[in-house]
């Protein structure tokens, strides 16, 4: 038999463990827990022989992360609900040990276009596209053929592909959502038509559930019925890429957005109006 692995050889492993348990879930401290459990899991199975420990570790976070998302669904929880309760919203840079945090950390939007896959999809896409798992042990996870999870994960790429992403320099990003909230505070709309895209995606989180609006008609519309005398907008940065809160006066939350910014225009936005939801976002103090 062969020697058992040390505890230190299952620590070279966490980092990449804990990265797709990440990715997969959607929430850093979910993905702490599945790599906890595949530990205590490696620990039971430490005397046995495990000829590959890295593709052994691989199967078992895979089997203990679809479980979750399998639960999840069966609970109607969506991603966005951990992703706000372990959003960094400031007003500064963030620092080191925050960038670490979040690295592996998608953001809303591709979280929303991931919580309308069934696990499956999700599991393959995740493990193949970004992990460069092979199908066949996706497979023996997920409990199909090989053909199958390839389907699996041709469906998921063919929704995901759409999902807005930034690109460009953080700043050149942040001014381009700073020039937006110029131009609405002042209903300057032909300014506005040159900052959002047409096909602009804007995903809705109201108390009355989630909703998704396309094109820049939409996003001018709100701002026509709005009034900027009511409200405050604070600029902030969402777990470091550029956002908004709206505040009243006396400083209660009313809404928050996270912008995605792309070849110098805004090309989605991630708004959340739920109290719940609010509630639960820490924000710097004022």
């Known amino acids: ?43 039971r199975h430490s005397s046995e022989s495990i000829d590959n420990l890295g593709g052994w570790l691989t199967r078992v976070v895979g089997r203990i992360c679809l479980d979750m998302l399998r639960r999840r669904t069966a609970r109607g929880e969506s991603s966005l609900d951990a992703w706000v309760d372990e959003a960094i919203v400031n007003e500064d840079e963030l ?26 999809e999700r599991f393959a896409f995740v493990l193949h596209d970004m992990f460069s798992v092979p199908f ?20 998921a790429r063919r929704k995901v592909k759409d999902a807005p992403s930034p690109s460009g320099e953080l700043a050149q990003r942040r001014a381009v959502v700073d020039a937006f909230l110029t131009a609405a505070r ?23 559930g989630h909703m998704v609006q396309m094109g820049a008609n939409e996003v001018l519309t709100a701002i026509r019925r709005g009034d900027p005398d009511r409200i405050e907008i604070r600029k902030v940065n969402v777990n470091g890429e ?45």
């Open 186 to 208: 002042n209903s300057d709309f032909d300014a506005l038509l040159h900052i959002l895209d047409p096909s602009l995606t804007w995903h809705r989180t109201t108390a009355r």
């Open 95 to 120: 620092t080191p040990e925050q960038s670490a945090t979040l690295s592996d950390l998608l953001g809303p939007a591709m979280l929303i276009v991931l919580d309308s896959l069934c696990p499956e």
């Open 1 to 43: 038999m062969a020697e058992s692995p040390s505890i230190s050889e299952f620590e070279a492993h966490r980092p990449r463990l804990t990265a797709l348990a990440t990715r997969v879930l959607g929430s850093h401290s979910d993905a702490e827990d599945a790599v906890q459990e595949a530990w205590l899991r490696w620990e």
């Open 242 to 286: 550029p956002g908004l809160l709206v505040l009243t006066p006396s400083g209660r939350r009313l809404g928050f957005m996270a912008c995605t910014v792309a070849d110098g225009r805004m090309v989605g936005i991630v708004s959340i109006t739920s109290r719940k939801q609010l509630e639960r976002l820490r924000l710097p103090r004022q």
């Open 136 to 155: 066949a042990e996706i497979a023996a996870v997920i409990g199909s053929s090989e053909a199958a999870a390839k389907m699996a994960a041709s469906r």
